[in-house]
């Protein structure tokens, strides 16, 4: 069942090439796919302890090279974000005027990219499906963006390119490390050789793979990229990029560091925690300089890493859960925002905050939609980033806590926390000046939101809201699959 | 009986299928030429289907009088159907690209005068390339890399109305005759030294060399300047970009894998009894950077496709020295499989546009609306040529960063991975022109059908090698081992 949800968009982007009906094809592939998703969950077992849905294809026998997928909880929820969001993405995409079928097939191999590398127990294909999405990307900014595409679209291939590069050369240096019998490609295989890895070769491993997947999920000195591409990506692509791909580099961080280098995690804690402190205070207060709504929504997705960051760092269960959570959350709220922004660029033609103002009388739809999203981003109770933040904090301050004096992760923990209050000030801003206040003339008659396109936004919402007051039925997903990862790493 | 072919018969009944097309084309000068181009094809591809049915060639120890200059092993048999593919590739592009050689050879609009020896020097090329493959004498490979040489001198320059033809052809022919000299030059050191110019002999030779190591060594460095402009490694890139861009566009496919492969193989055979001294490694670690350094920074300004695809293929020289560097004779040899598939690709659709536009990269412009399968196929070719996963250039690249990370060859790792990043821009920059930028007209371009089929059947490779490479690995396996990788340094 596993590989007919990696499969179906894949195929399904390859039937709207051969000349399908792009948008009826690609709708009826994703809400399968999301339906299929659904029940995977359903039929999840969560007592098993190692992973669900295994299915196992030799490639390359020399080099213990094989197509092996499977589910744990934390790959359970990403799977479900994708299948979620690439939904209503796809939904969500007004009218095309050129290369319509190569959009909805762009936005397909992005999505089974992801699907791919999510449910991937094999590193190489682990990080081919993920390289799946980077032509397409770059069609899909090159060819159907606004604004700076061109350059945006460069930026964003380039980073992408040079840094899974550099994370290839970690997954490569990580299985040669390991002593030439146990070598293999598969996770499972090398989380029980890991323990044979030399310290030093795991910070040097580690080392590679922080490079690798922080430039692609922006963090800081890699994060140039993020803000231009999203500004200038179409709204169904920022959704899908921003909200499920580029979580594949906290999800890799979480599934391959933790188990399997956690003296390099250790080595390099100061220097991650530094980091993040950038992407949190220092990317928080470029977003609030922002002027423009989309740079603001792009900034902000990259200020939101650094909790995820701090939840990885904090190394236990709590950190780890609470950033497995948020990264799902995230991917939620930012799909949201961006595809409101989107549909208010179609409309007006300017995202200039100065300019928008008082749109909430006459689209009370988006208005609503969008400060739902601004809230959940911000992390106010009753939506699942808040359960998920507490979570990291709380994670995070845990570690190395002694009562007479505070340790670095203290300090970064306190620091950390007034990243929620310059979110608070940016989003409640934005929220003020596109939606409240006077509106200017030539758009009071304005109409709302499309009932079409209504659909798409309302499951993102009602899925924010499940999962905001029900943060436990995720919890209990996620969580085992960490309590094993510390288990391991604990009995050394 | 099938199963009781020879190799070097093969080599014979290509050099055959040349004399005969020679000779038909002086008996009925009234034949429709493309007929030529479709026999050979066809006849290249029985020998092609007769490769898997050879005989066990006698033991390597105990091989004398033909067989101590000539080899028989997988890998030679290996390169023998690469040199058959490639050839076949590029005739059937030569047949898309009779109409600009009309147009450029005198006499032949009406005439069709010269279009028959068009189609069979590729024939006397390969049949080289196969030899090249086989030679483990420094005799055999000196002839046989004349005997390809020599045709490419003609082939080169071969739309000789054409003045940048003309002035390919007299730098290839000068740079490659100096070249040449170097190579035999370096041969005579060797002998001297050795006694011997047996690949086999000279390694124990060598081994038991106590005095004139520099002197050896001097011999080597000479061979390599002359095999060092075969494949296009930095410094003798210098007729690259000219040649290529001036050579009508199937020989410049040509030129850019067969001819670079053949060098490839023999590199890895003669470079083998010298991996010994440490010294070697260290120069072709140099010489790899800087033919990674070149290749990948003059490709990035070039606005003419052909000009463009002439700096990458010094690039990919560059990788494929870092597996020459590691000795990862299996690295190697798929990264020029995974090469072969994506070049011939970029150029199969290349010749199909430069005749309607040119080869400017901004001729490709709107071609993804023009002509979506052609567009296509270049995507997938500049996207495995850039490396993309999925694909088999990826694969290859995937390789040979294997062995440089196996071997600790740390600053080879650094330079590849900004060269890399370097790729993705020049390559992407046709796609961009294909799909973002709009068309200056709209009409369809149209496309034969045999190179429709061509192209998808190179298409489906790239793809199918990406994510099932082990085909690759399984021709190469008996002598996995014994040829290449085991090859330890001492």
Avoid at chain 1, 395 to 400: I, V
Wanted: with cysteine; glycine share 8%; aromatic share 14%.
């Amino acid at each position: 069942m596993l590989l007919l949800i990696i499969f179906t968009p894949i195929v399904a982007a390859l039937l709207i090439m051969a000349g399908a009906p792009a948008r009826r094809t690609a709708l009826v592939a994703s809400i399968l796919n999301l339906a299929l998703s659904l029940i995977a969950l359903a039929a999840f077992d969560r007592s098993r302890q190692s992973f669900n849905f295994v299915s196992s294809f030799q490639i390359v026998p020399d080099l213990h090279l094989s197509f092996t997928v499977g589910l744990d909880g934390l790959s359970l929820i990403m799977l479900l974000l994708a299948t979620i969001v690439t939904t209503s993405a796809v939904w969500f995409t007004d009218r095309i005027e050129n290369y319509e079928s190569a959009f909805y097939a762009c936005l397909l191999f992005v999505s089974g990219g992801a699907i791919g590398a999510f449910a991937s127990l094999d590193l190489f294909f682990f990080y081919a499906f993920h390289e799946l999405a980077l032509i397409p990307t770059f069609l899909l900014i090159g060819i159907w963006g606004v604004g700076n595409r061109f350059a945006a679209a460069w930026k964003i291939t380039i980073y992408l390119a040079v840094g899974s590069f550099i994370l290839l050369l970690g997954l490569i240096l990580l299985y040669q490390s390991v002593p030439p019998d146990a070598r293999t490609f598969d996770m499972r295989g090398l989380k029980s050789a890991a323990s044979q890895i030399p310290p030093d070769a795991q910070r040097n491993i580690y080392l590679l793979l922080l490079i690798g997947f922080g430039v692609l999920v922006s963090l800081f000195p890699f994060h140039s990229w993020a803000p231009e591409a999203y500004a200038s990506a179409p709204a169904p692509a920022a959704m899908l990029h921003a909200g499920v791909l580029k979580k594949f580099g906290l999800y890799g961080l979480l599934r391959l560091a933790i188990p399997l280098v956690p003296a390099g995690v250790q080595y390099w804690t100061s220097l991650l925690l530094l980091l993040l402190l950038g992407n949190i205070i220092y990317i928080g207060l470029v977003t609030i300089a922002q002027k423009r709504l989309d740079w603001m929504l792009g900034y902000s997705s990259v200020m939101h890493m650094g909790y995820i960051f701090l939840g990885f760092a904090s190394a236990n269960i709590l950190g780890s859960t609470g950033a497995a959570i948020l990264m799902f959350a995230h991917g939620l709220s930012i799909a949201l925002l961006f595809a409101i922004a989107g549909e208010l660029r179609a409309r007006t033609g300017t995202l200039v905050l100065e300019e928008l103002g008082g749109l909430g009388k006459v689209m009370p739809f988006a208005g609503l939609a969008f400060g739902l999203g601004a809230f959940a981003a911000i992390g106010l109770p009753g939506f699942a980033n808040f359960a998920a933040e507490i979570m990291v904090f709380f994670g995070a301050f845990q570690n190395g806590w002694e009562m007479n004096r505070f340790h670095y992760f203290q300090i970064a923990t306190v620091l950390a926390l007034w990243g929620v209050v310059i979110s608070a000030v940016y989003m409640l801003r934005a929220y003020r000046s596109a939606f409240m206040g006077s509106i200017p003339e030539r758009w009071s008659s304005l109409a709302d939101v499309r009932a079409t396109l209504r659909v798409p936004v309302t499951l993102l919402v009602v899925a924010m809201l499940w999962f905001g007051f029900f943060p436990q039925s995720f919890v209990r997903i996620v969580s085992p699959a960490f309590r094993t990862y510390f288990s391991t790493s604990a009995s050394r | 009986m099938i199963a009781a072919i020879q190799a070097p018969s093969l080599e014979v009944a290509v050099l055959v299928l040349g004399m005969l097309l020679l000779m038909i084309e002086v008996f009925s000068p009234q034949l429709e030429k493309k007929i030529f181009a479709l026999s050979a094809i066809a006849a290249l591809t029985v020998v092609l289907v007769a490769t898997f049915f050879l005989t066990p060639n006698p033991p390597a120890e105990a091989s004398t009088g033909f067989w101590s200059f000539y080899a028989a092993d997988p890998l030679a048999i290996f390169f023998k159907r690469f040199a058959l593919i490639t050839t076949i590739l590029v005739l059937i592009m030569m047949i898309d690209y009779t109409p600009i050689l009309r147009r450029f050879v005198p006499g032949s609009a009406a005439m069709q005068v010269g279009v028959g020896e068009f189609f069979a020097l590729p024939i006397f090329t390969c049949a080289g390339l196969m030899y090249m493959a086989s030679a483990i004498d420094f005799v055999m490979i000196f002839v046989s890399i004349e005997l390809v040489t020599i045709s490419f001198y003609v082939l080169v320059s071969f739309t000789r109305k054409n003045s940048a033809t003309l002035e390919a052809g007299v730098k290839y022919l000068v740079l490659s005759a100096l070249s040449t000299a170097f190579l035999v030059y370096g041969i005579t050191w060797v002998f001297g030294v050795t006694g011997t110019t047996n690949l086999r002999q000279i390694t124990l030779a060598l081994a038991n060399l106590e005095s004139d190591r520099v002197a050896a060594l001097f011999g080597m460095v000479l061979v390599l300047v002359g095999l060092g402009f075969k494949i296009a490694a930095v410094p003798f890139q210098i007729w690259v970009p000219d040649v290529y861009q001036g050579a009508p566009t199937p020989v410049t496919a040509y030129l850019s894998v067969g001819s670079k492969a053949a060098g490839f193989v023999v590199l890895l055979r003669v470079l083998r009894p010298f991996m010994m001294f440490p010294n070697v490694e260290r120069l072709i670690v140099i010489v790899a950077v800087l033919t990674l350094i070149y290749g990948n920074l003059a490709a990035l300004p070039q606005n003419n496709l052909k000009r463009l695809l002439a700096y990458s293929s010094i690039a990919h020289a560059g990788y494929l020295l870092i597996g020459i560097a590691c000795i990862d004779g299996r690295a190697v040899t798929f990264y020029l499989v995974a090469y072969l598939l994506m070049t011939l690709l970029s150029f199969a659709v290349l010749v199909v546009i430069s005749q309607q536009a040119g080869d400017e990269i901004a001729d490709f412009n709107g071609l993804g609306k023009r002509s979506p399968f052609l567009a296509f196929a270049m995507l997938i070719a500049m996207a495995s040529l850039a490396g993309v996963p999925l694909t088999a250039g990826f694969f290859g690249k995937f390789l040979i960063f294997w062995a440089a990370i196996a071997h600790h060859q740390t600053t080879l790792i650094i330079v590849g991975v900004i060269t890399v990043g370097c790729g993705f821009y020049y390559y992407l920059k046709v796609v961009r022109a294909m799909y973002w930028q709009s068309a200056p007209r709209i009409e369809n371009i149209p496309v034969s059908g045999l190179s429709k089929l061509t192209m998808s059947a190179l298409i489906l490779a790239i793809i199918w090698l990406g994510v099932y490479p082990q085909a690759i690995f399984r021709a190469l396996a008996p002598q996995r081992g014994a040829a290449m990788v085991t090859l330890v340094k001492p």
